[in-house]
């Protein structure tokens, strides 16, 4: 059961949040930053048990950028939204975490929307996926205009739910799933799946949507009647690390064997942080929540309340000691635990804390630290490099300092207002949209550029795409696409009805896709009346990094008909019916 709000943890039944202090009734509310204001000792516990409900059909999708929302854990969803999509988390493999403490969360929404929706910094990793295929009880590994079957899909759970991707060609999968009225939970076989289609069972009775990758250790949950015990198999042998009653929350490392668990207390409801490893609990920190673990595992860093202030904390493996007081916004480096905190509710003073030193002010007033490149995962936020520079929003604008506290300056103004369509982390350059220009702004050296695109008007990251040295956009009345380089005297006219187009993409830098609202799938090349149906009636469609498209079509009481484009002026071709979703899982 997860928190409605954070999504933190709870036990089954518990109505108050230990973290955020969320009433689990509410709904449809603000989330106001982690408070640790911990719920009283005679808050009643209600028991609940989901309601187990008939899968819907998928509505039609009408536009590839709505973002769509997490089922809650203890739900099964109406609609079988893309979920699946989502990378599973590799703890460990970033630098930087990122937790919001005090500030609102709209603020958060402000960082997120300015650097992140609508577009892939270049300067990150394309991360790896294989490309699967559904139908209502089967998941079929897609390579090329070949599928072949790997599973089963258990009746009211999702292929996203019972399947892990390893490297592309071999599998974790949970078979045989059922919904269990002891634990409260679903509960199947996990099975490792070979590349040479070999299946080899790990365990029983483990819980759907439990598991997690940490480098090569397998973290999962195994019911053992109403109790739970966390579990990690190594690829040989599966090992039993937490078997504890009030279990709040786990997080696992890439050490067979050694993890933070929170346990909250049955009769106050206070927390307190342990470690265990080789079977050996420590415990770290009483009425503490964890923000962050360091990439090697031996180190964590604490959020405690104290009267209504957070608090942070780092545990070395012995000892534990403090950060900072009222701290209400942080960012930690996880290989170095250096930090960059927000401190005092009143004054909201930034500092640079190199770990083991004194704190170094960089500046006051101070609305929020902003990271340059992160990935949403709840409350918790994971930065690849904070640069050269600590970027943070004041007054509405956006500054950068050294770590030295110096050279404090104003490098973009009314930053929150922007429409970002691309952000370069290798140069730092940020393109936007502004009216009917594209410019293209170094946060470090400050020099900008800018590109006006004819017959373009109160332009949106929506209405520009970067496609090789193209810009794609639509016109001010919103009834042409047009492509422009930049040198050209007349932009291209690439569709003369983009009022029936709801978005588009760039492909293979010299392409551009949409779908129309007659459900066609359409391709143009920068040329003048270059546009071609690829598809019709198209209900979702894919595209590879190698260039390769699927789409679904004829869609019809939650199924429809798989086609494959091998390249560009290739014919479509159809390789299966009775298709309920094409999916990209990562690993």
Do not use: H
């Not at 039944?13 to 449809?28: F, H, K, L, M, V």
């Not at 608090?311 to 493996?317: E, H, K, L």
């Amino acid at each position: 059961m997860n928190c409605i709000k954070c999504e933190f943890n709870l036990v089954d039944g518990q109505d108050i949040c230990p973290r955020c202090g969320a009433s689990q009734t509410e709904t449809n509310e603000n989330v106001q930053g982690i408070s640790m204001e911990l719920p009283t000792a005679d808050s009643t516990a209600v028991e609940a048990k989901p309601e187990v409900k008939e899968k819907k059909k998928p509505v039609k999708k009408v536009k590839k950028t709505v973002k769509k929302e997490k089922p809650k854990k203890e739900e099964i969803p109406e609609e079988p939204e893309a979920v699946s999509e989502e990378a599973p988390k590799k703890e460990g493999s970033k630098n930087w975490l990122y937790a919001v403490i005090g500030i609102a969360a709209v603020a958060v929404i402000v960082v997120v929307a300015f650097f992140i929706i609508g577009y892939e910094p270049k300067g990150s990793d394309e991360e790896s996926f294989v490309m699967l295929a559904t139908t209502e009880d089967e998941i079929f590994l897609v390579d090329g205009d070949e599928l072949t079957e790997i599973a089963e899909i258990p009746e009211n759970l999702y292929a996203s739910e019972v399947i892990m991707a390893i490297d592309g060609k071999s599998f974790y999968l949970i078979a045989d799933a059922e919904y269990d009225d002891e634990s409260g939970e679903y509960l199947g076989d996990l099975v490792y799946l070979r590349s040479n289609g070999k299946e080899t069972e790990i365990e029983s009775d483990v819980v759907v949507g439990s598991q997690t990758l940490v480098e090569e250790i397998l973290w999962f949950e195994k019911a053992d009647g109403e109790d739970k015990i966390v579990c990690c198999y190594d690829g040989k042998n599966v090992t039993e690390v937490i078997e504890e009653e009030m279990l709040s929350s786990w997080q696992g490392t890439g050490k067979a064997g050694k993890a933070y668990y929170t346990l909250i207390d049955e009769d106050d409801y206070t927390t307190e942080v342990f470690m265990i490893e080789d079977d050996d609990d420590t415990s770290i920190m009483d009425e503490a929540q964890i923000v962050g673990i360091s990439s090697d595992y031996k180190k964590v860093v604490l959020v405690a309340d104290d009267d209504g202030e957070s608090i942070v904390s780092i545990f070395d493996g012995k000892d534990d000691f403090e950060v900072m007081e009222d701290v209400q916004d942080i960012l930690i480096n996880s290989k170095t635990l250096d930090m960059l905190v927000v401190a005092d509710e009143e004054d909201m003073v930034l500092y640079y804390i190199p770990y083991g030193k004194e704190p170094i002010e960089i500046d006051d007033e101070v609305e929020e630290i902003v990271p340059l490149s992160i990935s949403i995962n709840s409350y918790t936020y994971m930065v690849e490099d904070l640069g050269s520079k600590i970027y943070y929003g004041k007054d509405d604008d956006l500054y950068a300092a050294d770590f030295k506290g110096k050279d404090n300056d104003r490098v973009l103004k009314d930053y929150n207002e922007i429409s970002a369509i691309d952000f370069d982390q290798k140069t730092m350059t940020l393109v936007y949209a502004d009216d009917d220009e594209v410019i293209s702004f170094n946060l470090e050296t400050l020099k900008e550029s800018s590109v006006e695109l004819p017959d373009a008007d109160e332009l949106s990251s929506y209405d520009v795409e970067i496609v090789g040295k193209w810009y794609v956009y639509r016109t001010e009345e919103n009834k042409e696409i047009f492509a422009y380089d930049g040198g050209r005297k007349d932009p291209l006219e690439l569709s003369g009805d983009a009022d029936e187009i709801s978005s588009f993409e760039g492909y293979m830098d010299k392409y551009v896709l949409w779908v129309n609202y007659d459900s066609e799938l359409v391709v143009s090349q920068m040329k003048e009346d270059s546009d071609e149906e690829i598809g019709d009636e198209v209900y979702d469609y894919w595209v590879t990094s190698d260039g390769q498209i699927y789409f679904l079509s004829d869609y019809d009481e939650g199924e429809g008909d798989l086609y494959f484009v091998a390249s560009i002026g290739k014919d479509a071709e159809r390789i299966e019916k009775g298709i309920v979703d094409i999916i990209r899982l990562y690993y």
